[in-house]
T-cell receptor
Framework: ETGVTQSPTHLIKTRGQQVTLRCSSQSGHNTVSWYQQALGQGPQFIFQYYREEENGRGNFPPRFSGLQFPNYSSELNVNALELDDSALYLC?????????????FGPGTRLTVL | GESVGLHLPTLSVQEGDNSIINCAYSNSASDYFIWYKQESGKGPQFIIDIRSNMDKRQGQRVTVLLNKTVKHLSLQIAATQPGDSAVYFCAENLDKAAGNKLTFGGGTRVLVKP
């Protein structure tokens, strides 16, 4: 177990709805990265949060947004859900500026958009 | 990273034999590489990492080799066990200053035959 937790485990939404996913980082880690993993593919980087600010973003539209809280936990918000948003959403924690580059992943949230 | 859709390359290996999984990475400026193992329904699990100033690193039953000349990474698993059955991903980190973003390869499925 990595100590990274995510909630909920599974979620079913319909097109056009909004969703919020949550992640608690491993103890001692101050950076959270979010990834989207479609079925049968490798994870794709969405964005990263450090010191409560976005620090790097992948090729995802603005309807994907996030937050980081003072305790380093994080949320991923997706507005106006589309069918293609169905995927496993992973968060990973690390502390790259403290020499802890390795990203440790949580179990993921499986989002299904109908 | 490249996508292979639902048809992941598959490596079938006899229990007790050694496994070699290969990965071509995309960016010659990448300075940190990681192998992850992902079992069905779980998040990626860290196996071993290597920095660009090394060409080989060993862990428990695993060895990672890095060939920067041809941008190639490999993972060797000694005495493969049934519990090693999973999808294996290589990931590259371009630059810590760029936010510790990981770019994943498409993955290789390892099936261990008893």
């Amino acid at each position: 177990e990595t100590g990274v937790t995510q909630s909920p485990t599974h979620l079913i939404k319909t097109r056009g709805q909004q969703v919020t996913l949550r992640c608690s980082s491993q103890s001692g880690h101050n950076t959270v990265s979010w990834y989207q993993q479609a079925l049968g593919q490798g994870p794709q980087f969405i964005f990263q949060y450090y010191r409560e600010e976005e620090n790097g973003r992948g090729n995802f539209p603005p309807r994907f947004s996030g937050l980081q809280f003072p305790n380093y936990s994080s949320e991923l918000n997706v507005n106006a859900l589309e069918l293609d948003d169905s995927a496993l959403y992973l968060c990973a924690s690390s502390s790259p500026w403290q020499g802890k580059d390795t990203q440790y992943f949580g179990p993921g949230t499986r989002l299904t958009v109908l | 990273g490249e996508s292979v859709g639902l048809h992941l390359p598959t490596l079938s290996v006899q229990e007790g034999d050694n496994s070699i999984i290969n990965c071509a990475y995309s960016n010659s400026a990448s300075d940190y590489f990681i192998w992850y193992k992902q079992e069905s329904g779980k998040g990626p699990q860290f196996i071993i990492d290597i920095r660009s100033n090394m060409d080989k690193r060993q862990g428990q039953r695993v060895t990672v080799l890095l060939n920067k000349t041809v941008k190639h990474l490999s993972l060797q698993i000694a005495a493969t066990q049934p519990g090693d059955s999973a999808v294996y991903f290589c990931a590259e980190n371009l630059d810590k200053a760029a936010g510790n973003k990981l770019t994943f390869g498409g993955g290789t499925r390892v099936l261990v035959k008893p």
